[in-house]
């Protein structure tokens, strides 16, 4: 360089360069990389990278393959992938096979629905070609979901997922029953299920939601027939009834009993002539409801006294046994209407309704049913499948069940047997498909039994208790909601009176109606599965079904029908550990992790379990971690039709995936989540915080080559080295927390590293070093190597959660050595101990602090500009001063100030701080302040700071 040309200053100013663009444009780029990695075929390329390393296996609950994927879905899959990805770079091979639940209600009600705008109905179809159209729908429907999931940079099997109506997976699901069989658990037994009459099928238990109902609670009265002296001798000769209290009238002419609990204590009560059994504590609240005066308590005695007396039924010429049962309660519904699920049972048990007696209909409930056994009643069901009462009853044949309710009631107000009735609102069970409200309904179905023993085993139930203690569950109450679960489960009906899924692989004799439940069969039948799938059920006689010459065991007949029945949808995805986990050779049962939304404590959760106990006696799953649901910021569900919903796609069209992927990190999922524009808003700002933190690293590493310039740490300036400490705090953070799948903890953590500890701190205070000082200075290049750090280990952190930006910000690296992010492995902290080093530094922050308020307050006050332009004077004793002294010749770039004055206070504690204007002029080229501006006839508009600089650029 010359000294004759004039010299211009701005070029010698070292200004961040990086093709890392300021602005994001993620909804562009992100496709771009998504081509890129898939030409680099990204997932297998892992695979073998990843090649005998200890497996982490996250088995893919599969999502309903029916209608497009919403906040919750994508939210869902986001989370999966940051385990499978973090666990990745953990060190592990975490294979990821997606999959997708394709059988059952949802699709085929969707399928009639298409037929009916078609004005076609189902029955005009074969079932083969309606299975068909099933098939089609669910494969449209993944194809149009794995687009989605892939577009959220999602890596995984995505062109070999699995699916439960693949025909390998159908036949699992027929040999996974066998297994069931085999263990002496599958029974067929009349049992009342709920029942959808809109859809005449059985519901499972995961199937049935709970809304408010408003329905007639009626109070009725059952004339005893026993001889009330037997009861206490003060009821000899009166005329005595049972008060019972309902809210499903229609059950009425199905009551064949009433239960009383045999602890509780009952009172007999005149009214007139008549005499009224209730329970002690409820004789104020039904005499005054059913307007029977002030009630005279006659006799009191316990339930137990009842045990087996006779009422005659309200008005139909038989009995109604009186029953001992620990299930009544005194407040209210107390029969499986009221759930199985304790929480729901809570719910409902509010306000003191009922009387202590409890109308007992076994066809009808599930504790009446369980009583109703005990006692030897018939289970009786004059309900058909479409909710009519058959014409058996009396009255009311016919008659479709909710209508009848209204018409029951008005029958027994004429009878004069009806003591009150009101409305009455609960929570009351409802179809999840079509909404209405289902009832309980014996009919005959294949069931799993919970708690049967054979050959000295445990039964289903005690194995499934005690292996949910040795799961992991996370949080740590799913341990509870699942034991409360499978104590209150009854028995798992599995069979479903529908098309689309695999058929029960049952034949009964055309002769003898002997129906064979045989594992070597339903084996036989599995292997033709396998070639032809599930519709050879349909396609096949049951002859070519079964095994060639097979002959009924009861009467030598060799003719048979088919079970028309499909396995329960539960069934089929419950199977999934073994149909997935033990075929694929990259897999491996058990699976470590199941993540899933808390619904699946009653879905896969359990059904998973079940399958896992019968084909290996253990669950599939050493942890179970549950996430929240996705809510509005007001916290209310999100429906399209509300406009509080988030639609995944368009913010991806907006925004990019990469703020679905940030959202579903920035909150701890393990509570509810919640969405809204203004959220996903704030999201946005703060992943542009996180982009403008790797940009300065990145920009500041401009010409940097780290073998050539890299400055040991031991020859590093100390606020470098302080850097580095921070970073290796923050490494620790972010491992422990992906250690526990606390992503939100891993954002928590990394935000404020980039936004305290680098943007405010750290970059602000070597801005000036790194623009300013000659390239290839010492003190510039030792910046630079914690910068690539830093970079570099902020792009390995994000990168399972960012998984765009992260591979974006490794492709500008100077020194990225994998091809992707997501081939290179999380950053190890040391352990070494930096507590010293940080804490000093803490405790100059403090006064950093301090000093730039009192700038803030000079520079609003007028009495400087920028903060270059002010001299601090600071004034200290004891330990503080000793600190600032030690650091005497940092604090100008500490508090980015033109000059610090140091002096002795004898004030005591504390630093006192003036500013003031700074000496000097102006440098041309730093905009320091210094006296010594014009000292050098070369360069006679910079500081002496500046000079030495220009003359090493000189030499360079
Ligand atoms: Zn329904
Ligand atoms: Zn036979
Ligand atoms: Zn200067």
């Known amino acids: 360089m010359s000294t004759e040309t004039p010299l211009d200053l701005k070029k010698t100013i070292n200004l961040p360069k990086t093709s890392f663009a300021q602005k994001a444009n993620l909804a562009q780029s992100e496709p771009v990389r998504l081509e890129k990695w898939n030409k680099l075929d990204l997932y297998h390329l892992i695979r073998r990278t990843c090649e005998g390393r200890p497996k982490f296996i996250l088995h ?10 919403h906040l919750g879905t994508a939210m869902n899959k986001v989370l999966k992938d940051f385990v499978v990805k973090s666990r990745t770079m953990m060190g592990y091979d975490s294979p990821y096979v997606p999959g997708y639940d394709c059988h059952g209600l949802p699709i085929e009600t969707h399928v009639e629905k298409g037929l009916e705008k078609k ?103 059952f004339p005893l027939q026993s001889d009330p002296a037997l009861i206490d001798p003060a009821l000899a000769g009166r005329k005595v009834f049972v008060v019972i209290w309902t809210t499903t009238p229609w059950t009425l002419p199905a009551n064949l009993g009433i239960a009383v609990h045999p602890d509780f204590e009952y009172a007999a009560f005149e009214n007139g002539d008549e005499v009224f059994i ?44 009186l029953m001992l049962g620990d299930h009544v309660t005194l407040g209210g519904e107390s029969d499986a209407e009221t759930e199985l699920d304790v929480s729901e049972a809570q719910k409902k048990t509010d306000g003191k309704a009922g009387t202590g007696c409890v109308h007992t209909a076994p066809g009808h409930g599930h504790d009446d049913f369980v009583i109703g056994k005990r006692y030897g009643l018939e289970i009786y069901c004059p309900v058909d499948n479409a909710g009519r ?12 069940v909710f209508d009848a309710n209204d018409v029951i009631v008005e029958f027994m107000r004429e009878r004069g047997v009806l003591l009150f009735s009101e409305k009455y609102d609960h929570r009351y069970p409802h179809c999840w498909r079509c909404k209405n409200p289902v009832i309980f309904r014996a009919t005959p179905q294949w069931f799993i039994a919970m708690d049967q023993v054979e050959n000295e085993q445990r039964s289903l139930r005690a194995t499934a208790i005690a292996e949910t203690e040795r799961v992991k569950w996370i949080p740590g109450w799913g341990v509870d909601r699942m034991r409360n679960m499978l104590k209150g489960r009854p028995d798992w009906c599995v069979s479903r009176q529908r098309v689309w899924g695999v058929n029960i692989p049952v034949f009964y004799c055309a002769r003898c109606t002997e129906a064979v439940a045989d594992p070597a069969v339903i084996d036989h039948v599995a292997d033709i599965f396998e070639k032809e799938s599930g ?5 096949r ?143 946005i700002d703060g992943y542009r915080k996180l982009r403008n933190t790797a940009r300065f690293a990145l920009g500041n590493l401009d010409g940097f080559d780290p073998k050539r310039d ?124 930096h507590d010293a080093l940080l804490g000093e530094w803490e405790r100059l922050y403090a006064i950093r602090d301090e000093v730039l308020r009192a700038l803030e307050d000079a520079r609003v006050a007028k009495h400087i500009g920028s903060s270059l332009e002010a001299k601090v004077i600071l004034k200290a004793s004891g330990s503080a ?73 000189e030499q360079e």
């Not at 893919?60 to 497009?68: E, F, I």
């Not at 504590?281 to 006659?298: F, Q």
């Not at 519709?535 to 396609?539: E, G, I, L, N, Q």
């Not at 000059?899 to 701080?913: F, K, R, W």
């Open 535 to 539: 519709d050879a059920w349909y396609t």
């Open 389 to 400: 009462f058959t014409p058996e009853v009396e009255h009311f044949a016919g008659q479709r």
């Open 119 to 221: 004005g076609k109905k189902k029955t005009d179809l074969s079932v083969e070609t309606f299975r068909r159209i099933c098939r089609e729908h669910a494969e449209n429907a993944l194809k149009s979901q794995t687009r989605d999931f892939k577009r959220l940079g999602i890596l995984g099997e995505w062109d070999n997922p699995y699916l439960t109506m693949s025909n390998h997976y159908e036949a699992e699901t027929a040999r996974m029953f066998a297994r069931f069989i085999e263990r002496g658990w599958v029974y067929k037994g009349l049992r009342p299920v709920y029942w959808c009459i809109r859809d005449q099928t059985a519901l499972a238990e995961a199937e049935v939601e709970y809304h408010q109902h408003t329905s007639p609670s009626v109070y009725v009265k």
């Open 710 to 833: 890299s400055v040991p740490v031991s020859e590093m300036e100390e606020i470098d080295r302080w850097a580095l400490a921070e970073l290796n705090r923050v490494t620790k953070e972010v491992w422990a927390a992906y250690e526990g799948f606390e992503f939100h903890n891993v954002y928590r953590a990394l935000f404020s590293f980039a936004t305290v500890t680098l943007s405010a701190r750290y970059f602000d205070i070597i801005k000036d070093r790194l623009y300013t000082f000659a390239p290839r200075n010492k003190a510039r290049r030792s910046a630079q190597t914690v910068l690539l750090q830093i970079g570099d280990a902020l792009a390995r952190m994000l990168g399972p959660i960012l998984v765009f930006t992260a591979d974006e910000i490794w492709e500008n690296l100077p020194d990225r050595k994998e091809e992707s992010i997501h081939l290179a492995l999380l950053p190890t902290a040391s352990d070494e101990n």
């Open 541 to 683: 006689d049951a002859r070519d079904l079964l095994p060639e010459d097979f002959t009924c065991k009861s009467c030598g007949a060799q003719e048979w029908a088919k079970e028309s029945d499909i396995l329960d949808v539960w069934f089929d995805s419950g199977t999934s550990s073994v149909a997935v986990l033990e075929n694929r050779p990259e897999l491996r049962w058990p699976a470590d992790v199941y993540l899933e939304g808390g619904d699946q404590f009653r879905g896969w959760f359990n059904s998973s379990l079940m399958v896992g106990i019968a084909a290996h006696d253990r669950a599939p799953y050493d942890t179970v971690i549950t996430h929240g649901w996705t809510l509005d910021a007001q916290g209310r569900a999100m429906h399209k039709s509300a406009g509080n919903s988030i639609e995944p796609d368009k913010v991806i069209k907006q925004s990019g995936a990469e703020i679905i992927r940030l959202w579903s990190a920035s909150t701890n999922y393990f509570d509810d989540m919640r969405g809204s524009d203004e959220i996903f808003q704030r999201v």
């Open 278 to 321: 209730v329970a002690s504590e409820l004789v104020e609240a039904v005499s005054a409801k059913c307007g029977l005066g002030e009630p005279k308590v006659i006799a009191r005695f316990p339930g137990s006294k009842l045990d087996r007396l006779e009422c005659r039924h309200a008005w139909l010429d038989r009995p109604s046994l």
């Open 881 to 953: 001063l000793e600190l600032l002294q030690k650091h005497l010749k940092d604090l100008r770039y500490l508090f980015i100030v033109s000059q610090v004055e140091l002096g002795n206070s004898d004030a005591g504690a504390g630093v006192s701080i003036t500013i003031t204007g700074a000496d000097g002029t102006k440098c041309e080229r730093c905009w320091n302040y210094s006296t010594r501006v014009g000292e050098s006839a070369t360069f006679p508009t910079v500081c002496e700071r500046c000079v030495l600089a220009l003359q090493e650029i």
């Open 60 to 69: 893919d609950g599969p999502p309903y393959a029916n209608a497009d994927i």
